[in-house]
């Protein structure tokens, strides 16, 4: 009785892992030791063969998606949907988490210093964060980040500073 071997070397017998985490650590930059670049779009995984990164693109869409169910539900990796575009992307756990520390927190103090000056953050699928004064006049519009910053100046100039 003769075993094929040569089946067990290719890409389907094979598991992806490896490789998926290799490529989104390949693709992050650092400022600092904060990551940038730490998303991968979806696509750039399990999207069509030439879509794929080239590490990939030797295993099925498939096999692929299965090695992200079971990386995310180790928690080794982070699926994030963007809210302005639906895209998904997806980012090693610890650097997703890395990113997000200065923004931990950031959407409550902005409701609360938007509520001390009559202002009411509004989220519009699409379109994103806004300021909204008594008489729905948008006063403010981009990400937390920016509606912060512009409640800040508020603060700085009613306090005469």
Known sequence: MSIDVK???T????????EIVAAL??????????PVNHL????????????????????????????????????VIRE????????????IREL???ADKPYRG?????????????????WRHGRGWRLVAGGGQIVCEGPMRALNA???EQLESSSGG
């Open 25 to 34: 650590l390949d693709r992050v930059e650092f400022d600092g030791d904060v």
């Open 106 to 122: 950031l959407e409550k103090d902005v409701y609360e210093k938007a509520s001390a000056f009559g202002f009411r953050p509004m």
């Open 150 to 152: 512009f409640l800040d």
């Open 11 to 18: 890409a389907e017998f094979r598991h992806p892992h490896k």
């Open 80 to 91: 994030r949907s963007d809210p302005h575009t639906g895209h998904e992307a997806i980012g």
């Open 40 to 75: 991968t779009p979806r696509s750039c995984l399990i999207g069509d063969v030439d879509e794929r990164l080239d590490q990939l693109r030797q295993f099925s869409a498939d096999c692929i998606a299965k090695a992200i169910d079971e990386l995310a539900d180790a928690q």
């Open 96 to 98: 997703v988490e890395t």
């Open 7 to 9: 089946k067990f070397a």
